[in-house]
């Protein structure tokens, strides 16, 4: 046997996504959890830069993934970690943060204008205020974040060569806009096709009540580059949910439902573009949603039956014209927020940076 160097850690063991076939011309980017790796970029370059002292406590605020991967990554620094959530952070990944040492404060009130975001928000500056040194890694502005994803696209390039079109689903737009800017330097073609929920303020629809979570913003995050995305797709809960199921049933790809809403959008393209290379954004594995999206009882309660998914999205004119209750897509083309017919205006959608569910 040929010896092999062991990783310093669990972070960098886990961090970068296994390529995997889906297809004849479709390939998973499939992460364990992808926000370890824009964690470990930004606190590892804050110390660096002497932002991250021995005594200096790290708050931010989350109600999901980066949460975690900050609290991983915090334990592995042995750096004090303050969250900032809300209550649709679920117990089991509560009682995981706390084992790992993070001390997390829930905002039981939403805020009248932006919500529980909002809220969180403004208990993080209080929180801050209150420290003689702190460190707030601001996943959503921090250029860190998309900085951090030019390793999957070099790992991309690298294994599959031309990469045609990257789909995946848009919270931050770090992981998206990080990965596409990259491949573009190689590849200026490579399309990017975004992925939303309904009701979420990214891509132009009004805010509203969202039952899919990791993905989508009731708030804008500085992060997003409209100009980056081809094209937006925006999917239900139920949708998503199914088609996660799916990925396990095919793939025994066991994924969040993130990763299934992206699958769900990337089939369809791969169909389409049979001559042509999709690679899909997988952000994250299921282990969190055994008691939900994998329980067909819970499924049933929510009223997202599994027999219920489309084959094919219905076209819109612009985020206005969207189909709320179904899969819906519009040609972006690469253009900025204002030019997009049908958006609601900018200031309405975010009035400023903000996290949500990630």
Request: hydrophobic letters at 40%.
């Amino acid at each position: 046997m040929t010896a092999t160097s062991a990783f310093p850690s669990i972070a960098e063991a886990t961090m970068m996504p296994r390529v995997i076939r889906l297809g004849p011309n479709l390939y998973g980017a499939a992460f364990t959890l992808m926000k370890l790796l824009p964690a470990h970029h930004i606190l590892r370059e804050a110390e660096q830069r002497g932002e991250l002292g021995p005594d200096t406590v790290i708050v931010e605020t989350t109600s999901g993934t980066f949460g975690l991967a900050l609290a991983m990554q915090a334990a592995l620094m042995r750096r004090k970690l303050i969250l900032v959530s809300d209550p649709a952070i679920d117990a089991h990944l509560y009682r995981r943060l706390t084992d790992l040492g993070a001390r997390v404060e829930i905002c039981h009130e939403p805020a009248e204008v932006g919500g529980f975001q909002e809220a969180r928000l403004r208990r993080l500056a209080e929180i801050r205020a209150g420290l003689p040194d702190s460190f707030c890694p601001e996943q959503y502005g921090n250029p860190g974040n998309p900085g951090a994803y030019r390793l999957v696209a070099e790992q991309l390039a690298q294994t599959l060569g031309t990469v045609d079109a990257l789909i995946g689903p848009v919270g931050s737009g770090g992981s998206m806009c990080g990965t596409v800017r990259a491949l573009r330097e190689r590849t200026p073609h490579t399309e990017a096709i975004g992925v939303d929920s309904h009701h979420s303020v990214l891509f132009g629809q009004p805010d509203g009540p969202r039952e899919l979570r990791g993905l989508g913003n009731s708030l804008w995050p500085a992060n997003l580059d409209h100009r980056v995305f081809d094209e937006v797709h925006w999917l239900t809960a139920g949708e998503a949910f199914a088609s996660t199921r799916a990925l396990h049933a095919r793939h025994a790809l066991f994924q969040g439902p993130t990763s299934g809403a992206a699958y769900l959008v990337a089939r369809w393209w791969a169909e389409r573009n049979p001559d042509r290379t999709g690679v899909v954004m997988l952000p994250d594995e299921g282990y969190r949603y055994q008691a939900t999206v994998y329980d067909d009882s819970w499924l049933d309660a929510q009223g997202h039956p599994l027999h219920e998914r489309p084959g094919a999205p219905a076209a819109a004119t612009g985020p206005d014209a969207a189909t709320a209750d179904r899969w819906t897509r519009f040609a972006w083309d690469r253009r900025a927020y204002e030019q997009v017919p049908g958006a609601v205006s900018r200031h309405t959608a975010a009035a400023r940076p903000a996290e949500v569910g990630a």
